[in-house]
T-cell receptor, first 113, second 111 residues
Framework: DVKVTQSSRYLVKRTGEKVFLECVQD?????MFWYRQDPGLGLRLIYF???????EKGDIPEGYSVSREKKERFSLILESASTNQTSMYLC????????????FGAGTRLSVL | RKEVEQDPGPFNVPEGATVAFNCTYS??????FFWYRQDCRKEPKLLMS???SGNEDGRFTAQLNRASQYISLLIRDSKLSDSATYLC????????????FGTGTRLKVLA
């Protein structure tokens, strides 16, 4: 089974803090994604990485950056957390070929106070 | 118009009932379609991919209608454990990494 592991289930941070969300997958997938999910808005793509050190902005990249130094690990960074970044963050991975099924981590529920 | 639209529900149905959800999409060039299930405060999990010819997995049947640009999910003999939110997911043209998620349809199966 594909396993996508997010480092924290719940996080509480203060406004202005730098926040790191970590995601690790064990299936040697080329592609990895970071989404946020908010009520009534569905999942929105923040960043996508199609290979090591490669990244593309998604629909809502403002206020976020990412790092992919190793194939299995994709990190989301909130440079200076703000209250409007309180959300559920979901990491996903998929193979670069085939039928492109995405597999999700359990999510990190971030509260910024 | 949203790129992917779903009725948010909730659909409240008794155990054993048959229930169907539809999902419409706006991009006629969309290539791949999926239904995910999401339990409260959990991550989405793949329920099934949707193929042009339709596909069935036990009590679940998915259909694709390209002419009318919608996909459907039929659940027969509903169980209490089917209570969840069902997300419709559409992937764009070949080579794209973009997946468009519906906001989900909430199902409650009642005893």
């Amino acid at each position: 089974d594909v396993k996508v592991t997010q480092s924290s289930r719940y996080l509480v941070k203060r406004t202005g803090e730098k926040v790191f969300l970590e995601c690790v997958q064990d299936m040697d997938h080329e592609n990895m994604f970071w989404y946020r999910q908010d009520p009534g808005l569905g999942l929105r793509l923040i960043y996508f990485s199609y290979d090591v050190k490669m990244k593309e902005k998604g629909d809502i990249p403002e206020g976020y950056s990412v790092s992919r130094e190793k194939k299995e690990r994709f990190s989301l960074i909130l440079e200076s957390a703000s209250t409007n970044q309180t959300s559920m963050y979901l990491c996903a991975s998929r193979s670069g070929t085939g039928i492109y099924i995405q597999y999700f981590g359990a999510g990190t529920r971030l509260s910024v106070l | 118009r949203k790129e992917v639209e779903q009725d948010p529900g909730p659909f409240n149905v008794p155990e054993g009932a048959t229930v169907a959800f539809n999902c419409t999409y706006s991009n006629s060039a969309s290539q791949s379609f999926f239904w995910y299930r999401q339990d409260c405060r959990k991550e989405p999990k793949l329920l099934m991919s949707v193929y042009s010819s339709g596909n069935e997995d036990g009590r679940f049947t998915a259909q694709l209608n390209r002419a009318s640009q919608y996909i459907s999910l039929l659940i027969r003999d509903s169980k209490l454990s089917d209570s969840a939110t069902y997300l419709c997911v559409v992937k764009g043209t070949s080579g794209t990494y973009k997946y468009i998620f519906g906001t989900g349809t909430r199902l409650k199966v009642l005893a």
